[in-house]
């Protein structure tokens, strides 16, 4: 939450750094802003809403300036208005945070109690007047931030500059992600390499507690002992490209288009198409002697958790629980000693879910890790990680992270049953020859995306929504109605079909779309009678199932979409795909912001 960006440069940085926060809007978007210095003194623009609005005001009013840094914010303290706008200041520093200052208030007490006037509501400004406090005392911009970092309490990652130092600028983290880009002639930082893929493809990804100096020639490192160290510099591979729209009208869009490739990339990292097996990288523990499962994520990642749990609980015959990080992590939960933990995470950044994995560790658990960002701080702090090739993910609404997360897991409960000796050989043949499909029938579901445009028409109208499934495709109904959720605003439930009859029932009338989740799997015909139950009171059900389902039930239904049939092992995956669709359609007809919903951000590293 929160996308930060700093430049010293050799000419104008504000146009590089308008760029640069346009790549990280979908961290948040309440308010943006910048500050350069010209000729020695801080200038700053800032505008609250979204990064086009800032832009407005460069235009009006240019920013001058080879060193600046830049915020887009996702609002934690203080309402988002332009003065709670980053970066914060005083006549000699400027700062922009990503985190949360948790003993903001004393430190401001302390320093208005010494004269420091405030102009913001934010935990953030209380850094920047206590920078300039231990400057006023007579501290290098050096030594004054060291010993300010000192007295933080919570998660950040800064970019700092100072009036009167144009080859200076200070990056610290502690929680929150921070990279450090290497430029010809020119240093930048940024929350993540996405934000400086525009400027190099050189980033270093600083550790947890490390602070930089940066000047033009260089970065000096240092730990948060105040050692120096040394940290390896990556070549990114993210293009321009990319990091585009590439033609569609959204992110959104361009992404669910993008999934029979990402999955058919994620795929070849786990596949032995030879011998047809699953390979698994090296792990620093055997899988087959786990002998219980836990797993933690939070939103969209949550719901693929749920599907594994079905998948590895048939396949591996071992107990799963999953569960949402935020309620993980503060229940204390027993867990056995040499136990598994399994952390499921798009960014890899997500607090909740890295805290639930420190939790875990210090329970003396194997950690293992899926993120689609190898140098995400969850990927670090495991034991052994699988990565998802999604490719970078714009859209806040997750899609292609969350197929792709589902072929890793399925990987995943073939090779612990293989592990565990519960499945043959023929099995894992089976189920992998399905998986091998599975780009391929995942491009035939995009074929009914006009067909579910049409449907989402009806979708637009409704107040009410309700998503039904079983087995592996009722974490698939609650993903559904997520996606509509967050990106039409229009209220949805995803329920386990058979759990209907005991409450959600209630609500069926002929203005309640009902979305079946039915691919004719041995569930099948329990998941018809449920649709049967709606129908008779009236429900119009939109029915998703494969040719042999369709043509059963098909007449029932108010419309059937009628999808590739699959093995029932990957229908999940496949299912995944029209319920973002018909969010997608149902949200654009609604005219809402697709990719920034209201009250969203991507990357949720508070708590
Ligand atoms: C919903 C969505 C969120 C994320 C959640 C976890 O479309 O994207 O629910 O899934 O914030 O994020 P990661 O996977 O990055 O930990």
Redesign the pocket.
């Known amino acids: 939450m929160c996308g930060i960006i700093g430049i010293i440069g050799k000419n104008t940085s504000t146009p590089k750094i308008v760029e640069g926060l346009r790549r990280l809007e979908y961290r948040g978007y309440d308010s943006a802003g910048i500050a350069t210095l010209v000729n020695g003194a801080i200038e700053r623009r800032r505008a609250e809403g979204k990064l086009k609005n800032l832009e407005a005001v460069l235009q009006a009013n240019p920013l001058e300036g080879d060193v600046g840094i830049g915020h887009t914010r996702w609002a934690t303290h203080g309402i988002p208005n332009e003065a709670n706008a980053h970066p914060h200041m005083t006549a000699k520093v400027a700062m922009v945070h990503n985190g949360i200052i948790e003993n903001f208030q004393e430190l401001k007490e302390e320093l208005t109690a010494k004269g420091h006037v405030f102009a913001s509501d934010t935990d953030t400004e209380a850094v920047v007047h206590l920078i300039t406090a231990y400057l006023d005392e007579g501290l290098s911009p050096k030594d004054a931030t060291a010993q300010a970092l000192n007295r933080l309490d919570g998660a950040f990652a800064l970019a700092i500059i100072f009036a009167g130092e144009h080859d200076l600028m200070i990056g610290a983290r502690r929680g929150s992600p921070l990279a450090i880009g290497f430029g010809d002639g020119e240093m930048y930082l940024g929350s993540d390499a996405i934000a400086l893929s525009h400027l190099t493809n050189r980033v270093m990804y600083i550790e947890d507690g490390d602070w930089a100096v940066l000047s033009r020639s260089g970065a000096e490192v240092f730990d948060a002992d105040g050692n120096t160290v040394e940290r390896p510099v990556r070549v990114s591979d993210l293009s321009n490209a990319s990091v585009g729209k590439g033609g569609y009208r959204h992110f959104m869009l361009k992404e669910i288009y993008e999934q029979p490739q990402v999955i058919g990339d994620t795929l070849s990292g786990f596949i032995n198409p030879q011998d047809r097996t699953i390979t698994m990288p090296d792990l620093p523990f055997d899988l087959g002697s786990v002998t219980r499962l836990t797993i933690v994520?939070?939103?969209?990642?949550?719901y693929a958790c749920q599907t594994a749990r079905y998948w590895i609980e048939k396949l591996a015959r071992i107990p799963v629980e999953v569960d949402v990080a935020s309620e993980f992590r503060y229940r204390e939960a027993p867990l056995v000693d040499g136990g598994a933990a399994l952390f499921?995470?798009?960014?890899?950044?997500?607090a909740d879910?890295l805290a639930a994995l420190r939790y875990a560790k210090s329970k003396g658990q194997h950690i293992l890790s899926i993120v689609n960002v190898p140098e995400s701080t969850i990927s670090r702090e495991s034991d052994g990680t699988l990565l998802t090739y999604a490719g970078p993910e714009v859209g806040?609404?997750?899609t292609k992270?969350?197929t792709t997360q589902l072929v890793v897991l399925a990987c995943l409960a073939i090779a612990m049953g293989r592990a565990k000796g519960t499945i043959e050989h023929d099995c894992e043949a089976r189920l992998m020859e399905a998986l091998i499909e599975v780009p391929a029938r995942a491009a035939e579901v995009l074929n009914h995306d006009e067909r579910l445009k049409e449907l989402a028409a009806e979708i637009a109208e409704a107040r009410d929504v309700l998503y039904l499934g079983r087995g592996t495709c009722y974490p698939i109904a609650m993903e559904g109605a997520?996606?509509l959720k967050?990106i039409s605003y229009i209220h949805a439930e995803g329920y386990a079909a058979g759990e209907m009859k005991h409450g959600p029932i209630a609500l069926i009338d002929e203005n309640v779309p009902v979305i079946v989740i039915a691919p004719t799997d041995e569930l099948f015909e329990k998941t018809a009678s449920n649709m049967q139950e709606v129908i008779a009171r009236g429900g119009r059900v939109i029915f998703l199932s494969d040719e042999p389902g369709a043509k059963k039930l098909g007449k029932l239904a108010a419309a059937t979409i009628a999808l590739p049939q699959v093995d029932p092992f990957v229908a999940p995956i496949l299912y995944a795909i029209p319920v973002q669709l018909l969010a997608y359609h149902t949200a654009c007809i609604k005219g809402t912001d697709v990719d920034q919903p209201r009250n969203l951000a991507?990357?949720?590293t508070v708590e």
């Open positions: 994520a939070c939103g969209t990642s949550y499921v995470s798009q960014s890899g950044e997500t879910t806040v609404a997750s992270a969350f997520l996606k967050e991507k990357s949720v």
